[in-house]
């Protein structure tokens, strides 16, 4: 069996650029296909009870999903990986690594579906969350209780793009025995690599730029050493909310193109980020790679690049909405990540559930728009918000 390791192992040197056309999804070792065959069965047949077969029920595993789970964990620099049914199955999955009676310490602004698992489901089963704001290492000591026993990062964050300082927190949690889970969906490997900087498990909705085309609900997770994997394949396992064969097929051929789709989202990212920042109609921006963006040094010493996702924000919540309703580019949709640009707007969408005035004390106004920059030409991209907000500049004058 070719495995990733091995190709690893032996060329230790590579890029990423390289492993993610070289990797465990590559190559079938069993015929030299050029793509993982789908082995789409549940059960796997026993030719002798004495000796078992490597695979023999699909829940607990089956090689197309493993071929993908190899890869993940390969790129990611972990011991091993687990693919689930979305990115919610991932982190759920994970957090049932806690027992009742266990505290939590999460960002404050986390995604909103991790927000309702902490506060509604987790809650009722005796596992407490403390929100803090994580860019400050202060609140998260003053936070800790005797009972505290993992820590839930996402930097940047969502939508405000907060930038927490991972090996500070990794290392902070190490002293104080604590387990570390970062949510690295809007980096992805290609452009942070959180276990190398001391996280034990890192999530993935590889709904978003893992798969990259908005055709694939799907999570992952990738933990840094073999007893945890151990414990991760025990709960996968017996939660079942495993990921389908032909789902993890279309995740590994999306893959395959990640540094390249990264690479050309991102360099649109920075035009358009730049862009807005000097457009009379908007009030402020939000983007790592802008001059004065708080955390920015961090997130450099951090992350390979700034990533495909730029706030905005426009001012009122009436002049958000025309914007959605003027833009003919963008899907306007929730969802970031794929090849084709996704406006959002977190007041209504995925921060709809928060109170108000939880929202605003968190940055997240009524004006505030989310732009996950696609693989369109940066001109149309420009002009087409241009046309946009010029509206949106000659209302606010006739206001
Ligand atoms: C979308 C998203 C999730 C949830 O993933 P699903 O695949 O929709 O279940 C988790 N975290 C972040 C940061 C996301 O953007």
Redesign the pocket.
Known sequence: MRQPRDIQRRHPGRKLATRVLHSASSVDAHTGASSIPLYQASTFHHASLEHPPEYDYSRSGNPTRQALEDTIAELEGGARGFAFS??????STAFMLLSHGDHVLCSEDV?G??YRLLTTILGRMGIETTFVDMTDLDQLEAARRPNTRAVFL?TPS?PTLKITDIAAVAEWARKHGLLTML?N??MTPCLQRPIELGIDIV??????FLCGHSDV???LAVVANEKLGHQLKHLQNALGSVLGVQDAWLLMRGMKTLTARMECAERNARRLADWLSRHPAVSRVYYPGLPGHPGRDIHERQAHGYGAIVSFDVGTGARAKQVLERVTLPLVAV???AVESILSYPAMM?HAAMPREVRLQRGIGDGLLRYSVGLEAIEDILEDLDQALDEEVRAACRD
């Open positions: 979305s990115g919610m199955a991932a982190i995604y579906g991790t996402e969502n949510d969906t809007f999530l993935h909705s590889a709904t978003k609900l799907a999570g969802s970031l990540g995925s």
